[in-house]
């Protein structure tokens, strides 16, 4: 009966703030991302790059990320480095991450994220000029994957209206059991609570709003809004700039590949705060 049909991605986006989408990828552009990265993470020099964090400024202090927004860098894992400074494990096995032009400066990345499909949804979705900001591969390492503590990704592309929405591809299958996506179901129709801004050189989180992020990451948190997003390789999960997410520590033997893009609307004021600036040398890009 068409009373229990399941509501359309657009009505899932608006109520709970996230849409799941399963299957978007193929097992063949998977594998072209995978092989890709290894090939970047193989040639990296772990000497001349920096361990990635989500703590509360620390991002702040390092000049390695907040240059990045126009080149391809990787960043290391917190636990991957013994006291030191020696990497603990292979490199494959250390990389965080590859950021933040993925999408704009490297083949077959820019092949994958420059899709009809995903213009479509953006717009469905209500961004009516998307520009493609950011990209980036998230590896969460087996047994040393760091913790993402709870954010929410308009912190970091503040817009005016808000606009930004994260497209995020998974690449592995991601459960409980390998730091998963949690958000907040519903979350993305609270406030701004934090602003990562570049002033004069220095950057900083400000405090916007006093609301507490959740309780803790479990489930039963929350009068049950904390979701667990598991999924299967090849699903897209699209989230809300507003929406408070996270995701665990990896302590299993199984690592969790993911890619995400960050876009927002072209009718949007930018603001010229945000870390990341794209001015007429390299402009943001539509995913068409």
Not at 64 to 79: A, M, P, Q, T, V
């Amino acid at each position: 009966m068409i009373a229990h049909d399941r509501p359309a991605p657009a009505e899932r986006f608006a109520a709970d703030g996230y849409v799941v989408l399963e299957g978007f990828s193929t097992p063949e552009s998977i594998a072209a991302l995978r092989e890709r990265a290894a090939e970047i993470v193989a040639g990296a020099d772990p000497r001349a790059a920096s361990i990635f964090t989500t703590r509360r400024d620390a991002a702040a202090r390092d000049a390695y990320f907040l240059e990045s927004g126009d080149k391809i860098r990787c960043f290391y894992e917190e636990g991957a480095f013994d006291a030191s400074g020696a990497l603990r494990v292979a490199p494959e096995l250390a990389i965080n991450k590859i950021g933040h032009a993925l999408h704009d400066l490297d083949p077959v990345f820019e092949r994958f994220s420059h899709d009809a499909r995903l213009d479509g949804i953006a717009r469905t979705l209500g961004c009516a000029d998307p520009r493609v900001y950011q990209s980036m591969y998230i590896f969460k390492q087996p047994q040393i994957g760091g913790v993402v503590d709870w954010h929410q990704d308009a912190t970091f592309f503040a817009t005016e209206p808000q606009s930004v929405l994260t497209f995020w591809f998974a690449l592995e299958r991601a459960d409980r059991s390998n730091g998963c996506l949690l958000v907040q179901r519903g979350g993305h129709r609270g406030p701004l609570r934090e602003q990562f801004v570049v002033e004069n050189g220095a950057a900083r989180s400000v405090r916007l709003d006093p609301s507490p992020w959740p309780a803790n990451e479990s489930p039963e948190a929350d009068g049950g809004s904390i979701v667990s997003v598991e999924v299967d390789a090849g699903a897209l999960v699209v989230l809300h700039g507003l929406l408070p997410h996270y995701s665990a520590p990896n302590r299993s033997p199984a690592s969790r590949h993911a890619y995400t893009l960050h876009a927002v609307d072209g009718t949007a004021r930018y603001d010229a705060r945000n870390w990341l600036a794209r001015g007429p040398a390299f402009p943001a890009r539509g995913f068409i």
